[in-house]
């Protein structure tokens, strides 16, 4: 599929695709960083930011805006250029990840043929980043919360990948507009429109699950620990540089949660079979309007799993490393190997 | 291991159901809370009633109570009295910076100046500011709230219960006298002054007056026991006005029988 | 990071906060495999630690071979300053060491005081200090209630707790005039007698708080995370529990049944039904189940004395300074962490010659380096937020 941005002029494309990227970039976790905030309120009995312009919808760039001008802060014994670029390193990826996803019919930078392989390998980048920050923090709380952080980020990746690995096994592409356009022609038992969600089912739940733990969120947010080692590999940051964690996190929960709309929850279409609108509305042309109505598709989908994962949030408590790399090695991988299999059979059989 | 069971999905649906209903949260400062009567805010003072006894600063666990006073002299009201001294109080001050909230002062004062109020808004940027001296004391009386009234089975204090026996007693009295006249005839003035009194509260030999002189006798044995001129002369005047009045009530009873 | 010194010898150790604390380290292994063992600061500034304690722990990875706690941080020199105060500044003092059981605190200083000077106290003002003492108890154990699953991760349960102890202390303070604080006790009673409503309100806050305890039983105690992180962790057997003086629910989890409140009766506590849950392996989780059984127990308390509260006065008349007759006199009560004592010994003055006060959580917390022991790092969160102390009650 031709993305909507692709104007006849290379450079000019290229402009306003950056920038897009970069404003949905800057404004979707803000969303859901709000929803957070209110959710996490709502459910703990409170209100939540409520001074904040309306109901505490200002909350998060005043934050934003607090962090900007605040100090900045080195320790001393740390290692200043790796210590410097850790949070770069940590956020990049999400940005460049976010170049294949696509939000809606067209609305996408590139569709990649090896999107999901590419979204995959970029995201793991990010590991690195946190790792840096852990070990140039001079900070033994830090070192602790890296080394939680590296064996279960790489100890997660697994299940993530093979997760997504069966879903590309049932699609039999690895872009992501083709798995979103396969989910569209899926039917299953050759009569019901259904979303990878339902065969996949339990793919779907080892690629969210997976998705939190890669995210460090409750209940696996070990390497954070904020009862135990204060921050992990974030004590040290503050400032600026703190906000750029912060955002690398909420921009990854919009990402992996992007992922498995697409990957299982049938991207932007509202059901498999179910055309979007493509009738022109006033001067907008139709496929303007189809692309608009499938952003905010996904947007809800995101919007839903994110709430999700808040709530997860917000019920339980975290899970011991050595019990979570346990799940992850003895549960969750041979069960996603599984999956493969008996996807690949399904294949080749039906 | 952990395998999702019930309990994972318990947890989920409370959360779920708490989101569902109103928060609890009371959004302070737009709305006040809601504090009862005897809550621990301020102390105010009612700067009328102090005599400057000194009691609630002795017994302050911190030492925060600051008082100031002098004696004033007043020249007497008839002519030929004693001048009498009063204690003007100068300076009452609390340093809220110090100060516990345990309300020691308040209940020590026996003259009822002291008075907790629930007003808590008072914090300042200057720590000198928290020591309130007493015009802002007397103004923290406007809020102080009149006390709760009391759990069923409370004993009640002790004015109250005064009143209500003092009461309880008239009523009696007047049953009794509305009874037959005759029967309570030779009583009646008895009776009368009784009823009287009971509505006073007062006791009947209060009405008998003795002018005190000193009783010779018992100064002297005071005098021989080693006792001091003052001590013997105010024992020996008590001693002569007991036993005048205990004189005078027997010639009334005789009198009245 | 960290220097490799040369230890002196393997039974010297360093002591905790003196010169080159940190820079000890225990070498093991030759070349390539060599490893060291970090040692860590858990406090005195920690999100866990509830208060200023702090713990060295020599780290092996996540392993802790060896634990020290340090404490000191919070002396305030309580029982010097009772040596100044007269016995009703004294009630108001100890409100203050342990913060979250103020009211049983004072309770033990009252009846100390009276048992010197044969007071005694009217059965009204016995009721009612049963029933504010066992609203003080589930205050506290709501508290821990909270905190506990907020070190484990879980950060719901502690508004919810947090909600709980708002409504609880709103009707305390309709009856003492203070939350935290209450100074309600006096020597020979209390110092004023309930508002009226307080008894309704009570009863409809023990309905209230039972509902809620069902609450916590779902969010923590019935949740599988929960109970793969406290299950088997902090065992601590029976044995061990009373050769270090453990003692209130820490010690009821190991299985040992000694309360105050039913071995030794104080107040009216002898003509009520007291309940006291017990565990069986003395693990974490015994200690979380057992501190939401007393709720549970001290709410069946309340509501057998809501009834039983007799007419009469609050207090006795004093002389207008109390002074408790030469003597000593060991008192012991049921505080909410385990059991707190008073030794109080007067000559006869206003003011008593020596307090010395027997906090529960001083001896809880000499278990933790036997607890330690070859725990993980996120092991020794779980223990000592199911260790309950108050740094206050352990410093004073």
Known sequence: ?350 | MTVPQVGLFKGLALTLKTMLKPATTAQYPHVKPDLPPRTRGVIALMEENCTVCMLCSRECPDWCIYIDSHKEVVPPKDEGARARTRNVLDRFAIDFALCMYCGICIEVCPFDALFWSPEFEYATYNLLELTHEKERLRAWMETVPPPPPLESGAELPKEVSDGLAAARKAAEARAAAAAPAAKAAGAEPKAAAGAAAAKTGKKVEDDIHVEAQIDQEVFDQLIAEGKSERVARAKAKAAYVRKEKARIRAERETANT | MSETLARPGPDTRMLPGGPGEGMLVEVRGEGDLRTQDMNLNIGPQHPATHGVLRVVIDLDGEKIVRATPVIGYMHRGFEKLAEARDYRQIIALVNRHDWLSAFCNELGVAIAVEKMMKLEVPERAQWIRVLMAEWNRILNHLMFIGSFGLELGAITPVFFAFREREDIQNLLESATGGRLHFTYNRVGGLKEDLPRGFLKASQAMVANVRTRTREYRDLLEGNEIFMARTKGVGALPPDVALDYGVSGPTLHASGVPEDCRVSEPYCRYDQVDVHVPLGTRGDSFDRFACLLGRVVASLDIIEQVLDRIPPGPVNTKLPKTVKAPEGEVYVRTENPLGQGGYYLVSDGKKTPWRLKMRTPSFSNIQMIPYLLEGALVPDMIAILGSVFFVVGDVDR
Do not use: C
């Open chain 1, 1 to 350: 599929m031709e993305s909507l941005f692709a104007l006849d002029n290379l450079w000019l494309a290229l402009l306003l695709k950056l920038a897009l990227i970069v404003v949905f970039f800057l404004t979707a976790p803000l969303v859901v960083g709000y929803i957070e905030h209110k959710g996490l309120a709502h459910m703990q009995a409170r209100l939540g930011p409520m001074e904040a312009a309306f109901h505490g919808i200002g909350q998060l760039p005043a934050d934003g805006i607090k962090f900007i001008q605040k100090e900045d802060i080195i320790p001393e014994n740390a290692d200043k250029w790796v210590f410097s670029m850790a949070p770069g390193v940590a956020l990049v990826p999400a940005l460049v990840v976010l170049a294949v996803i696509p939000m809606g019919p067209g609305v996408f930078a590139e569709d990649l043929d090896v999107g999901i392989f590419f979204a995959l390998a970029v995201s793991s980048v990010s590991v690195i980043g946190i790792l840096m920050a852990a070990w140039s923090s001079a900070n033994k709380y830090s070192l602790m919360g890296g080394i939680r952080a590296a064996a279960q980020l790489i100890a997660y990746e697994l299940p993530l990948v093979l997760a997504a690995a069966a879903v590309v096994l049932q699609a039999g592409t690895l872009s992501l507009v083709g798995i979103v356009e396969a989910q569209n022609e899926f039917r299953l038992f050759g009569v019901i429109p259904a979303a990878y969600a339902i065969p996949q089912l339990v793919g779907l739940i080892l690629f969210f699950v997976a998705a939190l733990a890669e995210l460090s969120r409750p209940p696996f947010d070990m390497p954070i620990a904020d009862s135990e080692i204060i921050f992990g590999h974030m004590t040290e940051y503050t400032g600026l540089r703190y906000a750029f964690f912060m955002l690398a996190e909420y921009a990854g929960i919009v990402v992996l949660s992007a992922l498995a709309a697409v990957l299982f929850l049938g991207g932007w279409y509202l059901w498999p079979g179910v055309p979007l609108p493509s009738f022109a509305v006033g001067p907008i042309p139709g496929d303007v309007v189809a692309a608009l109505v499938g952003f905010g598709v996904m947007f809800a989908k995101i919007a839903t799993l994110a709430f999700v994962m808040i709530w997860f949030r917000a019920t339980f408590p975290r899970l011991r490393e050595d019990q979570l790399q346990r799940i992850s090695w003895l549960i969750f991988i041979p069960l996603a190997i599984l999956n493969i299999v008996v996807t690949a059979i399904f294949k080749v059989v039906a």
